[in-house]
């Protein structure tokens, strides 16, 4: 995430030396062993975590084999790479991740030097979010520069907006066609196929939130900024962009007078991060809470086996949070 406490960031010089073993590595890995494919001619892709390992396989179909770096249940942020992994990245035909998630992998990403890597926040324009009430509570100060000398403290979420996460397919499509233009027809094809899904996704998000008793909910992940602002909604988050943060005293007091204000009625929180601080803050307030998965991981806790099942999930935990008609 491009904000997280310090305590969570990985030392430079253990994500260095995990590179260096990884490299060393190599020769004692195949790379069907590595990259979970090879040898049977499909396109070998790592994908860093959940959205874009589902953009990977959507996309790439039956030409390519797709490796997730993250497995199911881990929280994606905390992410550390052994060194079998980072020698599968050097093995990889082709790398999808989205900088700014997991600093593990960025740095790891950098190292291997595959030539089709695609960042996904290059692929669309990344904004700033952070807290609706105040100041941005350490978002600016903790965040990461993203890339090319970016403003610090851009939120990586995009794939919660399906126009942008329509936007990031489009531009892994073409990147496919170009790492493997002897199946680039069947990559277009797929990626035409997953853009009309995610359109009818907005469409049904447009439509189900147009109407509704209130426009504010409060989670204590704010990984929802850009599908707020796309369905003029306003995400209050208890502590930020990142999952585990504690909130400050201030902030509890914020989120109280705006839940008064505004007719809140429910405290998000996700499956993959304590759910404590949602559940006291409910208790306080006398409001309900519930699930709004941000999607960084698919388990069999999850409401829905992917992507668009989940935020389907999703709408329907809005439309009720929210009061929808």
Known sequence: MTVMNVRRLIPTAAVAGA????????SACS???????????????????????????EIGGTHVSVTTLTKPGAEPHDLELSPRQVGSL?????????????PAVDDAVEQAGVEDTVDAADLTTLEKHGSEVGHDHGHEEEGEEHG???EAGLDPHIWLDPVKYAE???????SLEKADPDHAADYRKNTDALVTELNALNTAYET???????????TTHSAFGYLAERYGLTQEGIAGLDPEAEPSPARIDEIHHVAEESGATTVFFEKLASDRTAKTLAKDLGLKTAVL??????????????????????????????GAK
Request: hydrophobic share 40%; net charge negative; charged share 20%.
């Open 19 to 26: 590179v260096t073993l990884g490299l060393t590595a190599l």
């Open 31 to 57: 790379s069907s062993d590595a990259a979970g494919g090879g040898s049977d001619g499909r396109l070998d892709v790592v994908a860093s975590f959940y959205p874009m390992q589902f953009l990977a396989e």
């Open 90 to 102: 050097s093995d990889a035909d082709y790398i999808l991740f989205l900088k700014g998630v997991q």
């Open 148 to 150: 090319g000398g970016e």
């Open 168 to 174: 990031v397919a489009e531009g892994v499509g073409k």
């Open 208 to 218: 189900g939130l147009k109407n509704s008793a209130t426009k504010t909910f409060v």
């Open 293 to 322: 998965d941000p999607l960084e991981g698919i388990t069999g806790k999850s409401a829905g086996a992917d992507y668009l099942e989940v935020m389907k999930s999703n709408l329907t935990a809005l439309q009720k949070a929210l």
